[in-house]
């Protein structure tokens, strides 16, 4: 998905962050480890994520991500492509200090490995800076790419 096809789901948000690297295996062998919506273990922030309304990988699903440090974010699917190994999903209630939070992850294949991206679009809350929000972000997608790297061995790039 390019950022103007993104941008459909995400038409607010004055801020934009992306990052993305490079994973050993094909998109086809690591979209089943990460694009399950209802399952986040992946990342090493969340300690339990639930769908409590809809089913997986459904538009319009419901999970309840409990982070470690007990914090919950309810996010909502907005749209999924198994065979794009892509999904996008907005938070509605998040510990973050953002709002209209909208982010997408997508998995494509690239010379042998594949190229993790994750992007969002979002707007800082009324206490926060810019800089504060996108440090934020930042954070929780670095802490997820790292992790990554750990499950399917390649360097962090």
Request: charged content about 25%; aromatic content about 10%; some cysteine.
């Amino acid at each position: 998905m390019n950022n103007d096809q993104f941008r459909m789901f995400a038409p607010s948000g004055s801020l934009f962050i992306e990052e993305s690297t490079t994973l050993c295996g094909t998109a086809d062998e690591v979209w089943p480890e990460i694009g399950r919506f209802c399952s986040q273990d992946w990342h090493p922030g969340i300690l339990r994520s639930e769908i409590f309304e809809g089913l997986d990988g459904q538009i319009g699903a419901l999970r309840d991500l409990k982070t470690r440090d007990g914090m919950h974010c309810i996010e909502e699917l907005l749209w999924q492509n198994d065979d794009l190994h892509t999904q996008v999903y907005r938070a509605i209630d998040t510990p973050l200090p953002v709002r209209d939070y909208v982010a997408e992850m997508e998995v494509s294949d690239e010379d042998g490995h594949c190229r993790f991206t994750w992007r969002s679009r979002f707007d800082p809350d009324e206490t926060t800076t810019d800089s504060e929000a996108l440090n934020a972000v930042a954070q929780i997608f670095q802490a997820g790419i790292h992790a990554l790297h750990q499950r399917f061995d390649a360097p962090p790039s």
